[in-house]
Nanobody, 122 residues
Framework: QVQLVESGGGLVQAGGSLRLSCTAS????????MGWFRQAPGKEREFVAA????????YYADSVKGRFTISRDNAQTTVYLQMTSLKPEDTAVYYC???????????????WGQGTQVTVSS
């Protein structure tokens, strides 16, 4: 089992920044990738960013590339999503997830956090 807890969401004006954190516990070694997804009201959950547990490889959705940065701490227990130049269209519930396989696919991930709300006002 892997437990994931997100934090760091909130309300920010357009152009602002937020940093999300995802603290992992349990059998994290059983999964080789950590991802961030988001889901806006009435829309499907979509891939945002991912990082391998080694930290060697990172992946981003085109919509956030150059604005968001995913990273992890050296203890490999926390994954971060630094979000800058936020836009109203970034408003969504952001979920942290752990899995193994193709990083951009939702079905790759079998452990999910509870989600944290990010609201960007115009």
């Amino acid at each position: 089992q892997v437990q994931l807890v997100e934090s760091g969401g909130g309300l920010v004006q357009a152009g602002g920044s937020l940093r999300l954190s995802c603290t992992a516990s349990g059998r994290t070694y059983s999964r080789n990738v950590m991802g961030w997804f988001r889901q806006a009201p009435g829309k499907e959950r979509e891939f945002v960013a991912a990082i391998t547990w080694s930290g060697i490889s990172t992946y981003y959705a085109d919509s956030v590339k150059g604005r968001f940065t995913i990273s992890r701490d050296n203890a490999q227990t926390t994954v971060y999503l630094q979000m800058t130049s936020l836009k109203p269209e970034d408003t969504a519930v952001y979920y942290c997830a752990a899995g193994s396989g193709t990083v951009r696919l939702t079905r790759t991930y079998d452990y999910w956090g509870q989600g944290t709300q990010v609201t960007v006002s115009s």
